[in-house]
């Protein structure tokens, strides 16, 4: 069974008599124990889907199952979600937060759960200082605890480092990347930040205009928008022109580029270059990043 | 339903009660304030017309009550949309009869607590409150229910057509308290609205609390009335907040709201 099953969703508002198509026909799978990026420029219907899942939207077609299940209070108990600028009642502390779902979620133990979890989010010195005076990085972490109480099969996240000073944005990918690997959390993840997705996920949706553009993983993904990649080596000399023509390099100087199609045909030319006698002094490759994907896949749509 | 969230909500809520300094000062300063200038002028009025002094003195008693009761319950939803707390907690296994059962519970106890002070207040002004006790316990249930009904009705108005309807958890228990003829006898509204009155949730509330202020006999028949239609009122509520919900849910409004 997997954790998220999206089966032909269909979603339309209607805001002042205008139809805006916000989810089309939108199917995709999470499988158990992978992190899932879903990608898109804003509007796409990254948050809409989420929201079906949440059981906060009702679809007008198709059908969303979480754990195997339509979308209810029972399910919405064993998972969990945190999204960038989550806020909480500003006169209460992270204590009296964290005390209230450890009492919704029924946490056995509600005492040693809060700790692990201020410890693992360093909020023992925020902890019972009002929520008013945090800042954005703050509030997260008090979110990101409340969403870490019930240990939930599946985290749904929704931007969650948005507006984050990096180094909390690094620890909270780390901490992603820990949950996953080390208790198997299913996750969702919604990101603006690309290097974020492909360090974090492995496998996408592109989302655009509420249709599914692309699904699979990073590097499948990748290589059907881009078949190659460059590599750029600076040689002790300038290679022979026969050199050049033979491997199919264009030549600056002592700087030749060369453009490949897999990662077999590196070592090819590496070789290649050692044999010929030329010392690599340095190289540099350069590989399409999931931002290259995301404008050109927008540029295609 | 589900007793363990409920109790949960209605723990938090009294915990959010208690750290948001002077929140129970001003749910109770109003009222309060208000009971006692009427309290004063009927003190007053008892040279010209002891009567009046007490009707007014009693009506705002039952008047004060309803809103404490009512209004209570649709703050609580409030603060939870103006603090996107709401969000956290729908989305946390909490199904929203239980969320909004909650907040009636706490709203209840607010009234049912000031509503005390209060009646103590202006029992001593004079109003035979206490002597008619056990007729006015059971006003104060049915103006409970009805007022709880309009505070499921707001809840479920606000939630399906957004957060800036939330002016009617402070000003839409006025037009119902106006239409049931406070301080006065329905006939005096022009023919073609009285029939209105009738249907009213306080009408045969305010028409028995001015007959303990008065002295009057109070008729079975009368609260038997009042009962009927403030059940009705509760009953459809309920329905209405359902259909408010699954509508919220198909608009959008419901995922709009929670942001």
Redesign the interface.
């Known amino acids: 069974m997997n954790p998220i099953t999206v089966s032909n969703v269909s979603k339309t508002f209607i805001i002042k008599n205008a139809e805006i198509k916000a989810l089309s026909n939108v199917s995709l799978e999470v499988k158990q124990g992978e992190i899932f990026g879903l990608l898109g420029p804003n509007g796409a219907g990254k948050t809409t889907l989420i929201n079906v899942m949440l059981n906060l939207l009702t679809p007008d077609e198709g059908e969303v199952k979480i754990l195997g299940e339509t979308p209810n209070p029972d399910v919405l108990r064993q998972i969990n979600v945190v999204a960038g600028g989550s806020q909480f009642h500003w006169a209460m502390t992270p204590r009296d937060v964290l005390n209230f779902f450890a009492n919704i979620y029924n946490i056995p133990n509600k005492k040693e759960r809060i700790n692990e979890l201020v410890k693992l989010l360093k909020l023992e010195h925020l902890l019972d200082r009002k929520i008013t005076w945090f800042s954005t990085g703050e509030r997260l972490r008090v979110a990101f605890a409340k969403a870490l109480l019930n240990k939930p099969k599946l985290l749904l996240m929704d931007e969650p480092t948005l507006g984050l000073d990096p180094d909390v944005a690094r620890n909270v990918r780390n901490e992603v990347q820990r949950l996953n690997k080390e208790e198997g959390m299913t996750i969702l993840l919604t990101s603006h930040y690309m290097h974020e997705v492909e360090q974090l996920c492995d496998r996408i949706a592109f989302i655009y205009e509420g249709k599914i553009v692309d699904v699979g993983e990073v590097k499948e993904v990748k290589l059907k928008h881009f078949a190659t990649y460059d590599i750029i080596l600076t040689l002790d000399k300038k290679p022979t022109t026969a050199f050049a023509k033979e491997h199919g390099l264009q030549v600056k100087g002592n700087r030749v580029r060369a453009t490949l199609h897999d990662e077999d045909a590196m070592s090819t030319l590496m070789a290649e270059v050692h044999k010929a006698g030329y010392l690599v002094k340095d190289i540099s490759i350069k590989k399409p990043t999931l931002e290259d994907y995301f404008i050109k896949v927008l540029g295609e749509q | 339903m589900?007793l363990?969230?409920i109790i949960?909500?209605i723990?938090?809520d009294a915990?959010?009660i208690r750290?948001?300094k002077w929140r129970l000062l001003e749910v109770t300063y109003f009222p309060l304030t208000s009971i006692l200038i009427w309290g004063l002028f009927a003190l007053h009025s008892k040279q010209y017309a002891v009567e009046a002094g007490l009707i007014v003195l009693t009506v705002n008693l039952f008047w004060s009550f309803c809103q404490l009761a009512q209004q209570q319950a649709n703050m609580l939803v409030m603060?939870?949309l103006w603090?996107?707390?709401i969000?956290?907690?729908?989305?946390?296994?909490?199904?929203e009869f239980d969320y909004l059962f909650a907040k009636l519970a706490t709203s209840t106890t607010i009234a049912i607590t000031i509503g005390t002070l209060l009646l103590t207040v202006a029992n001593s002004f004079g109003a035979p409150l206490f002597a008619n006790i056990k007729t006015v316990a059971m006003l104060a249930g049915i103006a409970l229910l009805g007022s709880l009904a309009l505070a499921i009705i707001i809840t479920g108005i606000i939630l399906s057509v957004g957060r800036e309807y939330g002016f009617l958890s402070w000003s839409l228990l006025q037009l119902f308290i106006f239409l049931s003829a406070p301080f006065f006898n329905r006939e005096l509204f022009p023919e073609a609205i009285r029939w209105i009155t009738e249907i009213m949730p306080f009408t045969y509330v305010f028409e028995t609390a001015r007959a303990i202020a008065t002295g009057a006999q109070v008729t079975t028949g009368t609260l038997w009335h009042a009962f009927f239609i403030t059940a009705a009122y509760f009953c459809l509520a309920w329905p209405f907040f359902a259909w408010s919900i699954?509508s919220a849910?198909?608009?959008?409004m419901?995922?709009r709201i929670?942001?």
Request: no cysteine.
């Open positions: 589900n363990h969230n949960s909500i723990k938090n915990l959010m750290r948001v603060e939870d603090t996107f707390n969000k956290h907690v729908l989305v946390s296994g909490v199904s699954k849910k198909k608009s959008g419901m995922s929670a942001h």
